[in-house]
């Protein structure tokens, strides 16, 4: 499914249209970055090249220093289990790395566009909000996925700006925990650490 807004620009360009695709719904267990714990998988997916950021939120968010992570959860088992964001942590040796509230990634992304509407705004607020991880409860058979944005660390920035952010991305030693919790018996599930920024 494609996503397009048409944001008309205060130039002689005309127009220009936030396009982004819809993110596919997988199962957990068919992402190369996955674990299998009590019936339960969890995957992690980056958002780590410049062509997959544009396509499915609308701008190049890799430009602006930030690492999208996709989460998937796949409930197999005969208990509901549910997710939330604080069960996610994003770790760079003991430090802490906290997500960047989706508010100011919608604001990026509402940046690249001039002349555009309140609706439009809006809109754009809206389908950001909708790609954000959130708390989740999944019933036996459900799969369920939601983004995090991290911001990188920056240093002294080389020539090319990507470049220099994913550099910093991968020389950092990040690791991704997630917890999720048995509904049921209120067991918590561990998964990780996931290594990130593999490329």
Known sequence: MMIVLSLPLLSLT???SFVAVQMPLREADLYPLSQTRAAITVAIDEIASADRAKDYFGVDLMKEGFLPVNIIVSNHGEHRCAIKPSDVLLLKGKQVIDPVPIEVVAGIAKSRFWGMTEKTA???DGFFATLA?????LA???TYQGVLFFRAIMGEM???RFFTIMRLF???GLKLEVAITDLETHE???FGPFSLSTL
């Open 14 to 16: 005309g127009c220009a």
């Open 122 to 124: 809006q809109q754009i």
């Open 133 to 137: 991880l959130k708390e989740a409860v």
């Open 140 to 142: 036996p058979g459900e």
């Open 158 to 160: 080389e020539e090319d």
């Open 170 to 172: 991968r020389e950092s």
């Open 188 to 190: 918590r599930v561990h």
